[in-house]
């Protein structure tokens, strides 16, 4: 099968043959359709983040087909259209598994970092942490929803639950359609872009954002949470500067550049910092149910398979408004 892979930091991913995989008898081997292209495979390309060997086969947005079963299973059925995310398995065994919250599992294992992922023509994956599809989610559309779309999803939920307003900082994959969500709740959106970057502005308001401007720009109002998807640490203390009283800030990034000191002042009356790590199955299966529900709709450049140096340097540079999606076969 064709896989695009990444040979080692720094590197441009290389088209190379390699087998298809043969699924171990709890997995399923799943012909992938479609993969979004994401920030954390810039994190890896950039040597930000560093998988356990290379090459390293990234992307973790997969929309795919069940194409065979570990000698284990007796389902997914064959044809079973499927969704498979970042995270790829955990060990059921620790505190935080116990406890529900397999997202800081530490021996967690993830799609396109510890194991293969989708920008590839089949994967394998644990038969328990990929997501049968309902009704209406599926297609290339459907492939942001599997990360971008759950970490907004768990992003707006950790902000808190009595929320009129709330700003967005990088309006890209997750944040467009973190503000679907938060609008359909009746919560007012403030959307922050580049400065300057005034077609992205008029994107989020075209989605019914109240407000949009630069990082550069203050809000015409105080907000209840600020949610950054942006990598750039600098933007920490000035959301800050943007909350109200008891407001709080989620980092939503897997990885972020050094967060600058700040006056405590802008802490102060009970504003908070808090970050967002990866998911959770049940994150997954209320999301899908809810896109579904809300006839979500991700906006998607495509890019065939042997284009994705393209897709995550038009990512890097934000050529695109949404998401960036191969389309494999």
Known sequence: MRAMRLHGPGQALQLDEVPIPAPAP????????YCG???????????ELNPPTWP??????VIGTVAALGAALSGPPPGQAVGVPWLAQTCGRCRFCLEARENLCPYARFTGFSQPGGYAEYLTVNATYCFPLPEGINGAEAAPLLCAGLIGYRSLRLAGDKLATIGLYG???????????????????????????????????????????GTD????????AALI????????????GHLDRGGRVVCAGIHMSPIPAFEYARLWLERSIRSVANLTRQDG???????????????????????????????RHGRFDGAAVLEVG
């Open 26 to 33: 709890d997995e399923v081997l799943v012909r992938v359709h």
């Open 56 to 61: 390293v086969t990234p992307g973790h947005e």
């Open 171 to 213: 309006f890209g994959a997750a944040a467009h359609l973190v503000a679907q969500l938060a609008l359909a709740r009746g919560i007012s959106v403030y959307a922050f872009t580049r400065p300057g970057d005034t077609a992205g502005q008029q994107f989020a308001r075209s989605l019914g954002c109240y407000w949009a401007g």
């Open 217 to 224: 720009e203050s809000p015409p109002r105080p907000l209840d």
């Open 37 to 47: 292209v994401c920030r954390t495979d810039l994190h890896i390309l950039d040597g």
């Open 285 to 315: 299966t209320e999301l899908l149910k809810l896109a579904s529900a809300l006839q979500l709709r991700p906006s998607v450049t495509l890019y065939p398979l042997n284009q994705a140096n393209r897709a995550l340097d038009d990512l």
């Open 229 to 240: 998807f942006a990598p750039a640490g600098d933007l920490v203390p000035l959301a800050l």
